[in-house]
Structure formats: structure tokens, C-alpha cells
């Protein structure tokens, strides 16, 4: 049974996960593009935490949320290793960014990851609302059973 608590935690996740959509557009609109590398790549996390809120997966360590996510999303459900790949490459430029020092994020990477991120949140709102409703129409059939209907 889904606890209300749970759809909560998902919704304040992909709004967090808006945001940093959001602001990583604003930054590479204004040239920072390893600030938008970081946005996109925080956006992927938010979403993903949103999703894995709905399987009761309680880590914040980036390293856990995409071992979870690819293990409970990628191989188990939706079978798109494209997921994983946008995911991990925005992780790396985010990495890059920090501590390269070298670096130098180019427009055309950081484009790729603001719209993949955007993609990224985009599905996630998708398989968001789908657990919800499954959740809801499980219950709702648990229910009438209960009853006798």
C-alpha cells in the first residue's frame, strides 16, 4: 500500500529536480557552463531520488541513488540503459568540473546535459504518476476485495 507520505517525498524530489532543470537552463543561457553541467546533473539526482522514494530506497550518497536507480529502474523496469549513461556522464562532468583543473566545460556538452536532464525529468514525472496511479488502483481494488465488492 502506497503511504501518502510517500507521494509527498516524490513530489517535493521533482521539484527539487525542477529547479536545478530550471537554473541549469538560466546558466547555460548566461555562459556557466560547468555550473550547468552541476544543475543538470542534480536535476537527474532529485528525480531519481523522487522515483526510488516510491520503493522506500532512503540513500543520498550519489554513488547509492545511481547503483539503486540502475538496479531498480534501468535493469528491472524500464530496460533503458540510456538512462544510466545521461546519468553517469552528467555526474562526470560534474566531477570534471570540480575538481579538473584542466576542465573546460564547452557549450555543446553542457547543452547536451541540460537536455538530457530535461529528458531526464520529463520520464520521471511520467513513471512518477504511473506508480502513483498503479499504487492507488491496487489499493482501490484491495479495498473493494475487503469489502466484498
Request: glycine share 6%.
Amino acid at each position: 500500500m502506497l503511504d501518502k507520505s510517500v507521494t509527498i517525498i516524490a513530489a517535493l524530489r521533482l521539484h527539487n529536480a525542477d529547479d536545478n532543470h530550471r537554473t541549469a537552463q538560466h546558466n547555460l543561457a548566461g555562459g556557466y557552463y560547468n555550473a550547468a553541467n552541476d544543475r543538470a546533473f542534480f536535476c537527474m539526482y532529485h528525480a531519481a531520488r523522487a522515483l526510488l522514494a516510491y520503493d522506500e530506497v532512503t540513500q543520498t550518497s550519489t554513488d547509492a541513488v545511481i547503483k539503486s536507480f540502475r538496479d531498480l529502474y534501468i535493469r528491472q523496469r524500464y530496460h533503458d540503459p540510456r538512462l544510466g549513461k545521461m546519468f553517469e556522464a552528467a555526474l562526470k562532468a560534474r566531477m570534471d568540473g570540480i575538481y579538473d583543473d584542466g576542465f573546460v566545460a564547452t557549450k555543446e556538452e553542457s547543452e547536451r546535459h541540460v537536455e538530457n536532464a530535461g529528458y531526464f525529468l520529463e520520464l520521471s514525472r511520467v513513471i512518477s504518476n504511473r506508480r502513483k496511479t498503479i499504487e492507488y488502483d491496487q489499493q482501490d481494488s484491495d479495498a473493494e476485495s475487503d469489502n466484498g465488492g
